[in-house]
């Protein structure tokens, strides 16, 4: 069975996904940024799993600090890391740009630089394992044309709209899925990115009001909405289905192969905001 590091555990598809890993049998290290939620999630597990393999790790993925120590931890302790699931995010509701710990653009930081970093300093925890894999959970709403704000990255970082910080965050994700890609050679870490489609029922966990009312009682009951059930079982694919051991560089959702956005395959924009996102959060833009 593997080790599974799955940030976001403790709440939305994050939560369910650590349940249905733990009844698979595999030992599961998720990540929380507040205790409670760890703790609730860890006593729902043992009630229905006794004596599965899973711990709470604090993490708060918009602070460098904080990542590092994290990855120090498992590294330091010699810990083999089979599948990387980078499944925390946000979707910021302020009109304002918000600044992580860090000076950096929030919604960035947290969906698309953490990932990069946190993927960076469990590489030797990574490369340990015989058939590694990194899944980052990005988003359809990277595609031209969907609702909202359109797509726009600015690597000067000029102007603000949370939605468009949002989609901005979920393409640089996929540019860092692809650029990862490349780099690593064939057999060795794969690296995947899925979209789960739209979940009512984990957006209205971070709504209020009518919006709430809206996502679970409407919204949730629509033929273009994703249950929970089925999400998590995407989720579930991606970390631990056999026939994905030699996939690398492609964007799922639904346990299917999907197109991503022209500009997200742009291999000369991908480079640098993969250069970018080394000097943002300090490393060697070398690696692997």
Not at 22 to 51: I, S, Y
Not at 60 to 87: C, M, P, Q, W, Y
Not at 108 to 122: C, D, I, K, S
Request: glycine content about 8%; hydrophobic content about 45%.
């Amino acid at each position: 069975m593997a080790t599974i590091v799955l940030t976001g555990g403790g709440r939305g598809l994050g939560r369910s996904t650590t349940l249905a890993l733990a009844r698979l049998g595999h030992r599961v290290l998720f990540t929380v940024r507040k205790p409670a939620e760890g703790e609730a999630l860890l006593a729902a597990v043992r009630t229905e799993t006794p004596g599965a393999q899973v711990e709470a790790r604090a993490l708060d993925l918009a602070s460098h600090a904080s990542i590092r120590a994290f990855a120090k931890s498992l590294v330091d302790a010699g810990v083999t890391v089979d599948v990387l699931f980078n499944s925390a995010g946000v979707m910021q509701q302020s009109p304002t740009r918000r600044l992580s710990v860090d000076g950096l653009e929030e919604t960035l930081a947290v969906n698309a630089l953490g990932p990069y970093l946190l993927t960076h300093e469990l590489w030797p925890a990574l490369t340990r394992s015989t058939h590694a894999r990194v899944v980052n959970v990005t988003s359809r709403l990277h595609l031209p044309g969907s609702r909202g704000q359109p797509v726009h990255f600015d690597f000067l970082e000029r102007g603000y709209h949370p939605e468009r910080a949002y989609k901005n965050s979920k393409l640089a994700l996929l540019w860092f899925t692809y650029e990862l890609a490349r780099r690593t050679p064939a057999g060795g870490v794969s690296v995947n990115a899925v979209c789960p489609g739209f979940v009512p029922l984990t957006a209205a966990e971070v709504t209020h009001g009518f919006q709430k009312w809206l996502m679970r009682h409407v919204l949730a009951h629509m033929p273009f909405a994703q249950s929970v059930e089925g999400a998590t079982a995407s989720f579930v694919f991606m970390a631990t289905d056999p026939s994905l051991a030699q996939t690398s560089g492609t964007f799922f959702g639904e346990q299917q192969v999907l197109e991503s956005s022209p500009e997200s395959h742009d291999a000369d924009k991908a480079r640098r905001f993969w250069d970018a996102a080394a000097r943002w959060t300090g490393v060697d833009p070398a690696w692997p």
